[in-house]
């Protein structure tokens, strides 16, 4: 499959850092499979269900550390 990555630099003054969005295009495809997170902390979460193109997911951290 392919791969894309994008950083996030969340924290820092007011003209050193990203909004915390990202962004994928996923061309022809209308979703994908999986995705894995590394987060600062070197901590990584993977989700492994059909995510569809043209839709709005929030993740969040928090919402892994219960599991």
Known sequence: GKH???EIVAGGGSQSFNEAIAWFGLGKHTSVS??????STGEETLIE???NSGAKYTISR????AL
């Not at 928090?62 to 550390?65: K, S």
């Open 34 to 39: 999986k995705i894995k997170i590394v987060w």
């Open 62 to 65: 928090l919402d892994f550390d």
């Open 49 to 51: 269900e059909e995510l």
């Open 4 to 6: 894309q990555m994008q």
